[in-house]
Every structure is written in C-alpha cells, then in structure tokens.
C-alpha cells in the first residue's frame, strides 16, 4: 500500500503503480501508459509528474511544469485557509443597547467563556428603540 501523499507537488520518478492514466501540460488526456512510457515523456518535455486521484484505476497523474505545480499548491493553500476547519465552533450572541447592566456583565462572562474554549464569537448588537 502506498503512502498516501499529503502535500501536492512532483512525485518525481517514485511511483508505485505499473499502469498510469496521463494527462499532458493543457489538460488533454493521453490515456493509460505504462509507467516507463509516462517516466519517458516526463523527461522528453522536461516536465513534472503529479498524482491527482490515486482512489480510481489507473490512479490519475499529469504532466506540469514548475510553474503549474506552485499556482495548483497556492490555489490549494487559498481554499484550504476560506474553508472552515473541522471542530470550529461559532457562537453568536445578539442583544439590544439598552441592556441592563447585570445582563451586560452575565454576557460578557459567557463570551469569555466560549473564547476559553476555542470558539469564534459573533457579537450583535441592536439599537434600542
């Protein structure tokens, strides 16, 4: 069983799997090859080969430059960061300006206690008629 590959990026010349799907730099596919062919045209074009689905059969790499492979990983990085992580929580809290002073303080020991614990705090605040 192969490790499975956390970061994106060229597998260079270790791959595990005989017969391979090869996709080339624009994106056409080239079919399945065995992998002494995909390592020949690798080198042929002075390229890079990057495994993109390894869960289907044949597992599924491309041909990239250099270039490619840095903006996939930085595209990959900018859509990690936007999605929220697993385990986060988010605690909303909403109420009016004319809050008494008591509610006030019993509120703010809640809000403390939720960031304690880890969790994004959204705090609303209404105008009081």
């Excluded at 019993?106 to 304690?116: N, V």
Aim: charged share 30%; glycine share 6%.
């Amino acid at each position: 069983q192969p490790k499975s590959k956390a970061a994106f990026g060229s597998v260079g010349r270790r791959i595990p799997y005989r017969i391979l799907h090869v996709i080339n730099q624009d994106g056409e596919s080239l079919g399945n090859m065995h992998r002494a062919e995909a390592l020949r045209l690798m080198d042929q074009h002075g390229l890079k080969l990057v495994l993109l689905r390894e869960n289907v059969e044949p597992p599924v790499y491309r041909l990239m430059t250099g270039q490619q492979i840095h903006e996939e990983q930085l595209k990959r990085a900018e859509k990690k960061k936007a999605s929220p992580k697993p385990g986060m929580c988010t605690k909303e809290l909403s109420f009016s300006s004319a809050i008494a002073k008591n509610d006030l303080e019993t509120k703010t020991k809640q809000i403390a206690q939720w960031i304690e614990k880890r969790h994004h705090v959204k705090v609303t605040i209404r105008q009081a008629k």
